[in-house]
């Protein structure tokens, strides 16, 4: 089995302030940082880190920005043999951190928005019924991409983030692995909580699993119709900003190694809780040495 992650590749910029902006209004930062990120990448990364067998397809700008990206993921253990680079700049992301962690992101496609017809048709070359492909939404044509893993017998992870209108033209009967996390499933089902939430993906989408992040409150799973809980780890959190990124990650290696969804989501929280503790995005990420180690 080998995992393909077809996402993003971004640069991020992450501004330390007092409290999120609002309309109108003007704030100093205390800090900047560059980290390397992008949901993509943060999940790949996530996913080596984990132990899992990981490809990243996707694509960079042909400029010092690709570079980092590049050695980031070949860093992390991530195979990069398909990453594809271009003209144009790389894509990437303002970050503002509040003083209790919280964080809000304006993204910016770039590269990840470009991805041609024949660069898919040249990445499924190398995979086939069996693996396991792992998906975002922050690259275009995400519904193409998910009908050609479809027709290779691939096993398809969504993580449907940004919730956007591209979403639409999707078709979801396909996927066999939902990542949500609270806002995402209200936007999904126009539900709040998270037993109705589960709810509509039961009715809507009952052979999928479904796993859905709840912040503070923790996260759950439902198999089968079958909902499995997970409180959080307390921990000082520093930074949340791939948090549900090692969540993905994490769950996966677990799910993927035969594992059952309530030993899976202890194993994605504890990682978590270690990636809040600590600034940065992909950098931020434990291995499964520290994970277990904890």
Known sequence: MKVL???????????????????????????????????????SVALAKAGLPTYHAGQVGNDNDGEMLLRVLSDNGVDTSLVRKIDGPCGHTFIQVDKHAQNCILLFGGANRCISAEYREEVFSHFGAGDVIVLQNEINDLDKIIDKAYEKGMKIVLNPSPFDAYLDSCDWGKIDVFFINEVEGAQISGHESADEILAWFRENHPKALVVLTLGSAGSCCMKDGEIYRQGIIPVKAVDTTAAGDTFTGFFL????EGQEPGAALALAAKASSITVSRPGAANSIPTIAEVEGA
């Open 5 to 43: 992650n077809f996402g993003s590749l971004n640069v991020d910029y992450v501004y330390n302030v007092d409290h999120i902006l609002v309309p109108g209004e003007t704030q100093s930062s205390t800090r900047r940082n560059v980290f390397a990120g992008g949901k993509g990448l943060n999940q």
């Open 253 to 256: 290696k677990a799910y993927l």
